[in-house]
């Protein structure tokens, strides 16, 4: 049985950690599964980073990446010519100048909608994700893979895929936030499944053309998601603290 000296040592703990809770507001479902996904999602990127350094991955890398190629010719990815170059459509939705131009489409739509403080936060979540992701490819500085040849050009460090990466941070946080100034269900889970599956499509397809090793892909999409995941939990705070527009009534049925 706990003494009483112990017992007032930790009521106190308690009651900051209730403080906490109360000042976060993560009695809301929202804001727990944010927080949730941030931790899961950053947790498994970090593991999956310290797997590649020991060099755990490598056999299922190579694995997966021959077998998206022509046995007798592994410059020829499986499938027809056309789904090739749908590959190459696919993948530059994740590329910088894609990003930016979709980021800055829907930074002037939420401005011209008078949801000013919303494109603000957007810029800033979308440019501090790609500093994040410019950041861990100079750390972990892992070459591009040397298997097969590359069905493009690349210019960059190979881990985390930055496409996989970006494509998650740009898409799930704008889905995300759509989602969130909307109140209509359709249009909610419309956006999310635009965003979620953009961002499997960009992921797959620099695996397909040989530019990246799935791992770099599993792990870009892992910290992406994660940034967008924070991103999420930070826009409910300022929400709710009225420093973002809250979300707009739905139009009444006629």
């Known amino acids: 049985m706990k003494s009483l000296p112990a017992l007032g040592r930790i ?8 403080a906490l809770r109360l000042a976060l507001r993560l009695n809301e479902v929202g804001a727990v599964v944010a927080l949730l996904a941030v931790s899961l999602l950053g947790y498994g990127f970090f593991a ?7 060099g755990s991955t490598a056999a299922l890398d190579r694995k997966i990446l021959l077998s998206l190629r022509n046995p007798a010719d592994l410059s020829d990815p499986i499938g027809p010519r056309w789904l090739e170059e749908t590959m190459r459509d696919i993948t530059g939705l994740g590329s910088v100048f894609t990003i930016v131009f979709v980021t800055a489409v829907a930074v002037a739509y939420l401005a011209m909608t008078g949801r000013r403080r919303i494109a603000a936060f957007v810029v800033a979540a979308i440019g501090g994700g790609e500093l994040a992701s410019t950041v861990l490819k100079l750390f972990y500085h892992r070459p591009r893979p040397d298997l097969v040849p590359h069905g493009m050009e690349v210019f960059t460090a190979s881990f985390p895929s930055g496409h996989a990466m970006m494509s998650a941070i740009a898409y799930l946080t704008l889905a995300a936030l759509v989602a969130r100034v909307d ?3 359709g249009v909610k889970v419309l956006v999310m499944l635009v965003g979620v599956s953009m961002t499997l499509l960009v992921g797959f397809s620099r695996v397909y053309l040989g530019v990246h090793w799935p791992s770099d892909v599993l792990a870009g999409w892992c910290v992406g998601a994660a940034w967008a995941a924070l991103c999420w939990f930070v826009a409910l705070q300022l929400q709710r603290r009225g420093e973002v527009e ?5 139009p009444a049925p006629r």
Do not use: F, H, T, Y
Request: glycine share 8%; proline share 9%.
């Open 11 to 18: 009521d106190p703990l308690i009651g900051r950690a209730n």
């Open 48 to 54: 999956l980073a310290s797997e590649v350094g020991e």
């Open 183 to 185: 109140r209509q269900r």
């Open 246 to 250: 809250a979300p707009k009534a739905a």
